[in-house]
Structure formats: structure tokens, C-alpha cells
């Protein structure tokens, strides 16, 4: 019986393969924050989620875990995650919501705001550095493709 090493290759695709959207839009997303993340964590000890909970908490303070995964895109757990976190590091505290005090909800410390507009100027410069590969007129279309996939979602 032949073993492993006789058996014959198996052939290679005639062409390039083609990913599913969704797994290119992820890869995408990947390498457009992998030099930020790296940066983040680096100086200042940040995950991505956290930096994105961080951001959305700049601009919309007191939400809840609910209303900030529904904003980012993400699960609750993740958001959940993220602002424990924060929390352990004292740049979020949770106040509870007096509506329903089953609920907290978000709100970044005096650490929490500095750390936010840091990291808000390296990801200022990031995107500055993706924006300059594309023209204006390529750049409105992506955007345009980009809020279209989002509302479809």
C-alpha cells in the first residue's frame, strides 16, 4: 500500500482564489489597524476593543454595554471585556443607570479622556497614512460602498 509520500499532489488552482467579502473586508480591517494596534499596546498598554470602546465613550458618554456593542458592531461580551479592562485601570468607571439598576452605564475617567485624544492622534495619523493611497474620487466611492455594506448590515 503506497504511503504518504507517494501520493500525487494534489493540483493547483487555475486561478487566484477569491475570499467571500466578508473574509476581505475583515483581513481589510485587519491591516488598516494592525500598525495602531501595535502602537496602542505598545505605548499605552491598550487592546483594540478597549480603543474602540475608548473612542465611542469620547463621543457619546454613558452608554450602556448594550448601546456600545450595537455602535461598534461588536458582541456584548467584547464590549464587556473591553470596558472591564478600562475599568481595572481606572480609565472607565460605571455609574448605575437610575432608570434600571439592573444596567450601568459608561463613562471615562480623567485618565480615560487623556488616553482617549492620545491615542485619538496616532489613529489621526493612521488614517491619514491609508487616506493618502487613495485619490478623492476613489476615496468618496470606497466611503460610499462602506456606509452602503454597513446600513445593509
Known sequence: MP?????PAAPAPAGPLREPLAF???????????????????????TLGEWRLLAL???HPG???TQAAE???LDKMAVSRAADGL??????????????QRRSRLFLTGAGHALAAAVAAA????????????DAQALAHFEAVLDRLIAAG
Open 63 to 65: 452608554l450602556t454595554v
Open 123 to 134: 489613529g489621526q495619523a493612521e488614517e491619514e497614512r491609508l487616506r493618502a493611497g487613495l
Open 57 to 59: 465613550l469620547e463621543a
Open 3 to 7: 504511503g504518504p509520500a507517494s501520493r
Open 71 to 73: 455602535a461598534l458592531g
Open 24 to 46: 476581505r473586508l475583515a483581513r481589510a480591517a485587519a491591516v488598516a489597524t494592525r500598525p495602531l494596534q501595535a502602537q496602542a499596546d505598545k505605548v499605552h498598554q491598550v
Open 87 to 100: 475599568s481595572r485601570r481606572r480609565r472607565l468607571q460605571r455609574h448605575e443607570d437610575p432608570a434600571d
